[in-house]
């Protein structure tokens, strides 16, 4: 397996660099721009925002746990399921 470069494995300080920082900026932009166009069906443009926010930054937040600590996780389907859907 290949070594990832150092600005790979240390995305924080990618982020520092005033050329990466602008680009991760318009991909956050976009992609909340995008989910909340998901969401704007039955909800003001307000709360459509909201909940489009909150869904990238749950997915910003899951995709960190899968490298930081992936044990506290669900592994299975059925686990995956009653945590995004509880009853």
Not at 31 to 55: H, K, M, W
Request: net charge positive; proline share 8%.
């Amino acid at each position: 397996m290949t070594a990832l470069p150092a600005i790979a494995a240390h995305p924080q300080v990618a982020a520092a660099h005033p050329q990466v920082a602008a680009a991760l900026r318009r991909v956050a932009e976009r992609r909340i721009e995008y989910v909340t166009q998901l969401t704007e069906l039955g909800f003001s443009p307000d709360e459509a925002r909201r909940r489009g926010l909150l869904i990238y930054t749950s997915h910003l937040g899951q995709t960190q746990l899968v490298h930081a600590a992936p044990h506290v996780l669900p592994t299975s389907r059925g686990d995956r399921k009653r945590v995004l859907r509880p009853e």
